[in-house]
């Protein structure tokens, strides 16, 4: 967790992340299921004040799919300006060092 602290501090230092407000988070939200990591993500979100771009993926095909193209095996997905910071664990670790 350290390192991963480290690597994202350095990172918005480079991309200069920590005046961005607004987000996109990719979630699931099923018929029958909605992911609580996609619930946490967007909850931490917003306690953090930012705007969020919230893409709601409504079928298990619209998930799969969107899993293909970024090359990531779960969901939730939130990124912050042009970069993909990654799902909720990793979140909190970027807004715990912001």
Partial sequence: M???RRFLSTFRERTNMADQRSAVLYRMV???HTCPF???AKAMLEENGFDIDDRILRSREEVD???EEQGV???PIVFIGDARIGGSEELQ???SDA
Wanted: glycine letters at 6%; aromatic letters at 12%.
């Fill in 2 to 4: 350290r390192a991963l």
């Fill in 30 to 32: 099923l018929p029958d």
């Fill in 38 to 40: 996609g619930v946490r």
């Fill in 65 to 67: 799919a969107f899993k």
């Fill in 73 to 75: 095996d779960t969901t």
């Fill in 93 to 95: 670790a970027y807004l």
